[in-house]
């Protein structure tokens, strides 16, 4: 008796080998590119070069969306806040030897601002590797070593079976509280070799949860719940955290009033009753967070910066919630909490009670009257009303990137961020020429939504190429540029400190209007009565532009020395 199953025809052997295959032609890039898109990129940012044309060809015949940039360090901070904008991390494609260093101090400030780039360095051939000094074109002794105390991780491939964990290792590690740069180096050979590998499906790359340990969160809260004048300190881990939600809860809950950190800008309302605000180089405000008994510090290391140049020393208890290890109590002993801002803030909601304090308010008031009426006494009105212009020119919800100059300075203390994630500066690493790139990042990210970046005439030097790649990919950005001649700050600082030599400060520029239209880009002069209606304009005009405008700031006077 025959059954129908019986008459099915089972493929030969040769047959199954056959359908198992990969297509003729795959080679290591390919699995480059097949693992990152099932990891979930979609855009690659970078610039070819000799070794890594094997994994740039790849792209070209791929659906991953690939940004040129005209220069590594500048493809490198495009990444960085396209990573911060969308939480995901991104891959940065580089080239070996001056091509992967030119990318240092990028990768520098991505891992200062926690931002999730996956660098991804071509090498020299596998022969040459291991200090084999083969002499080929960019070789280096140890490329790895020149990043591996900036980056989170470094991972290498040395053969094409080992791309897809090596990316997804370093996928998990950038995505890993605390966000961060990775390194992955891959050789040129390898690149270019054809592979065996089946294609790249159904990679799982999950990032560890930093979940707080309940015994710490639990004192943490009787702490709170006791406190008679306790105080939050909000940094950059809410915002990466995407916590401000939870921070408000916590603040409301306790009565307990918040100032940001420059790099946690809008992740607390600016007009709230509580809100501190972000005056953290005033000594008005040093003097109110340390009176505090309980200090709540969320998502920061209480650097350089958020304690007004370390003359901050509190008096009260500390509780330091913090995703990377190294700092916590690294500055002030306390109460560290190994944990990711959201879910450190989270256990604290389920476990503090609602403390009552009807003074706060009147407190935050009071401590914001006296920085008034100190700024009040200084001639800095035309900084201020550049700002409130700035901020009546820019939507909302529009990001903003500000390099390292006087007005950025100003706007780390002073400007309204309205809401998270949407201010973004250099303050991490601290290097100049991050605003232009990055902005062009933020459009890739976010794109119809217009973006702003502020220079000043120094670090816009460092950015002028990438008005082409502005062009080139109808970027919807605005660029002010504040023209002072020089690099204002350093100028500043040398007058006070140096009996008034201002040596390598004083700056040959172009004439960056007629610069900027040689690229195809609109451009104009403004002045500081005009300069909130010429940005409206820009912001609202699609594709890039230009606002120049001549002026000289000053700082306010500091309060730390």
């Known amino acids: 008796m025959t059954h129908d199953h019986d008459l099915v025809l089972r493929p030969t052997e040769a047959q199954t080998a056959a359908a198992l295959a990969p297509p003729p032609g795959r080679t290591g890039g390919d699995l480059v590119v097949e693992t990152l898109r099932s990891l979930g990129a979609t855009t690659v940012f970078g610039l070819p070069g000799q070794h890594a044309l094997g994994l740039f060809d790849a792209v070209g015949r791929s659906d991953l969306r690939l940004v040129g940039l005209r220069t590594e360090n500048n493809a490198g901070f495009a990444a960085d806040a396209y990573g911060r904008i969308t939480g995901e991390a991104v891959p940065l494609l580089l080239s070996t030897g001056p091509g992967a260093l030119m990318a240092l101090p990028a990768l520098a400030e991505a891992a200062a601002a926690s931002a999730p780039v996956l660098a991804i360095s071509s090498q020299v051939p596998v022969a040459g590797l291991g200090g084999g000094r083969r002499g080929h074109l960019h070789e280096l002794r140890d490329q790895s070593a020149s990043f591996r105390e900036v980056v989170k991780s470094v991972h290498t491939a040395r053969t094409p079976s080992q791309i897809p964990s090596a990316l997804a290792e370093a996928w998990e590690s950038a995505l890993t509280a605390p966000h961060g740069p990775v390194w992955v180096e891959i050789p040129e050979d390898v690149l270019r070799a054809e592979t065996l590998v089946p294609q790249v499906t159904g990679m799982d790359a999950t990032p560890h949860e930093l979940a707080p340990r309940p015994e710490l969160t639990a004192l943490a809260a009787h702490w709170l719940e006791r406190a008679a004048r306790p105080v939050i300190i909000a940094g950059g881990g809410v915002v990466r955290a995407d916590a401000a939600g939870k921070l408000r809860q916590l603040a409301e809950r306790l009565n307990a009033p918040v100032v940001t950190t420059f790099g946690g800008k809008g992740a607390f309302p600016w007009t709230h009753p509580l809100s501190l605000q972000s005056w953290l180089e005033d000594r008005h405000m040093t003097d109110f967070l340390e009176d505090a008994d309980v200090l709540l510090v969320v998502g920061s290391g209480l650097g350089e910066l958020s304690s007004n140049y370390h003359t901050f020393l509190p008096a ?246």
């Open 316 to 561: 009260g208890r500390v509780v330091q919630i913090e995703a990377d290890l190294g700092k916590l109590e690294s500055n002030h002993p306390g109460l560290g909490i190994h944990a990711d801002a959201r879910l450190g803030l989270q256990a604290l909601l389920e476990t503090v009670a609602e403390r009552e304090d009807p003074y706060a308010p009147e407190r935050v008031r009071m401590v914001l009257s006296d920085i008034e009426a100190r700024l009040e006494t200084q001639n800095v009105a035309l900084e201020r009303q550049l700002l409130t212009s700035v901020r009546q020119a820019l939507p909302p919800r529009s990001p903003s990137f500000w390099d390292m100059t006087i007005l950025s300075y100003w706007a780390w203390s002073a400007f309204d961020a309205k809401h998270p994630n949407t201010m973004h500066s250099a303050q991490g690493a601290g290097g100049l020429g991050y605003a232009f790139p990055a902005a062009l990042g933020a459009c890739v990210a976010e794109p119809g939504t217009p973006v702003l970046a502020v220079s000043g005439d120094g670090g816009a030097m460092y950015s002028i190429a990438e008005l082409a790649t502005a062009v080139q990919h109808g970027l919807d950005v605005t660029w002010l540029i504040v023209d002072d001649g020089g690099y204002g700050i350093l100028r500043e600082c040398m007058t006070q400190s140096f009996d008034g030599r201002t040596t390598a400060t004083d700056l040959t520029r172009p004439d960056f209007v007629a610069l900027a239209t040689s690229f195809g880009v609109p451009a104009s002069l403004t002045t500081p009565q005009s300069l909130r209606t010429d940005l409206a304009r820009a912001l609202s005009t699609p594709g890039p532009s230009v606002v120049v405008l001549p002026v000289t700031l000053r700082m306010f006077a500091p309060t730390h020395a």
